[in-house]
């Protein structure tokens, strides 16, 4: 993945496009496999009540994928490097840093909103059942298109799309830990799985969505106004 390497390659419309139609269609694919093949069964796997301990776990930790924190987080960075920064001595010895940070944290609420509305929109337009409201056998295949119900915004994953933009901005600040942003991403997306939110398909394309508004918004800011990264 382009995180995981240079996002600044994709340096036109067109690059960006075909990557992500690359992108969108084999992670779409993997998601269609996994409706099939493997959703119901990782559903049924951890209602196992040998695994209630794991389950609780996954839901005591899942919530670090909620975009607030990160919203929060971005607007109290921008904040600070925008007008508190400027006046420590600590920072006007350090000011590049200090205004890559301050746009760094734009360009992340920016990707949030982003990511945030495709997912929503995708949730909107699928209408599928999550997990817990099939169980106990776990349905994958009920989908109520144009629901605004809750219950039925499985597809995609809102927790995975929060946490793949946050990845995807956290490995453009601080490269050197990339699989470490990658990584823990990936295991609080695959909470919603154990904790029956999601179905792993969700997770999957959340993901996809994430890493996509992203780096959408990154070329937007980047082309379009004065504040790209």
């Not at 409706?35 to 899942?62: C, H, M, N």
């Not at 929109?121 to 144009?146: M, N, W, Y």
Request: charged share 15%; net charge positive.
């Amino acid at each position: 993945m382009i995180l995981l390497n240079s996002w600044k390659s994709l340096k036109s419309c067109k690059d960006l496009t075909r990557h992500l139609l690359l992108i969108n269609a084999v992670l779409l694919a993997l998601a269609a496999l996994n409706v099939f093949f493997t959703d119901q069964w990782l559903a049924r796997y951890f209602a196992q009540d040998s695994l209630l301990s794991v389950r609780d776990f996954a839901r005591g930790i899942t919530n670090i994928g909620l975009s607030e924190h990160y919203f929060i987080g971005s607007i109290f960075l921008y904040c600070y490097f925008r007008w508190l920064a400027p006046h420590l001595k600590l920072w006007q010895q350090h000011s590049a840093k200090a205004q890559f940070l301050k746009i760094w944290a734009l360009n992340f609420f920016v990707a949030l909103i982003t990511s945030g509305i495709l997912v929503h929109i995708g949730k909107f337009l699928f209408g599928r059942q999550r997990p817990h409201k099939s169980a106990p056998l776990f349905d994958p295949l009920v989908f109520e298109p144009f629901n605004t119900h809750w219950h039925w915004h499985s597809f995609p994953s809102g927790h995975s799309q929060t946490m793949l933009t946050a990845a995807t901005m956290m490995c453009i600040a601080f490269p050197k830990l990339k699989w470490l942003w990658v990584m823990v991403a990936i295991a609080v997306c695959f909470t919603r799985v154990m904790g029956h939110d999601h179905f792993f398909s969700d997770t999957i394309y959340g993901a996809c969505i994430g890493y996509s508004g992203t780096l959408i918004a990154l070329y937007l800011m980047r082309t379009k106004t004065k504040h790209g990264l």
